[in-house]
């Protein structure tokens, strides 16, 4: 992905990733045993993304509509430090977390995919829509990322944030470097 300009300025200044899950970590779909315990399906290259993100010292945030546990564990496992989840009011809760964190809206990317994403897509410094997101989360993102929620979307932008900073050769020096 070959950021426009004015998206590569907005990368420059982001302090903390926001995510919506359904949609944008996941491809939408939920599966519900019969006893009615939720099974969500994540991308571990978004996931790989997001913990080279938090190594280089940006935040990471989940805001979600929904409470699920297979969230709350996949969350745990990648270290994601700041979970709101059950949320009627995305935009309230991510002001008050930013706040603890000193960080403004200015300095957030949020990636979202549908129409409870779009007042906090509004607010943020870089909004990010994904490839099979609502037009209307499309037309109001500064970025639309390649591929579709659940299938790298996340990582995408990861990789630009990287990028933007000239942290991507440490990442791919590692890697490389990496012995068995």
């Keep these: 992905m070959n950021p426009r300009p004015e998206v590569l300025d907005a990368l420059k200044k982001i302090k903390m990733l926001v995510l919506d899950v359904d949609g944008v970590l996941t491809d939408g779909g939920i599966i519900f045993g019969a006893d ?4 969500k399906t994540f991308n571990v ?95 109001t993102a500064m970025m639309t990322t390649e591929s579709k929620g659940g299938q790298g979307a996340v990582r995408e932008v990861c990789e630009c944030l990287l990028q933007s900073r000239n942290l991507w050769e440490k990442v791919l020096k590692r890697f490389s470097d990496a012995v068995d």
Excluded: W
Aim: aromatic share 4%; hydrophobic share 45%; charged share 25%.
């Design 45 to 139: 290259k978004d996931g790989l993304g997001i913990r080279l993100l938090i190594e280089s010292g940006i935040e990471v945030c989940i805001a979600t509509g929904r409470k699920s546990e297979s969230l709350r564990h996949r969350c745990r496992e990648l270290g994601i430090p700041h979970v709101l989840e059950g949320l009627s009011n995305k935009t309230m809760a991510v002001s008050a977390l930013a706040e603890k964190l000193d960080i403004a809206f200015e300095q957030m990317a949020f990636i979202g995919d549908d129409l409870p994403d779009l007042a906090l897509m509004q607010r943020v410094g870089l909004p990010v829509a994904v490839a099979d997101a609502h037009s209307l989360i499309k037309k």
């Design 36 to 39: 009615g315990y939720e099974i």
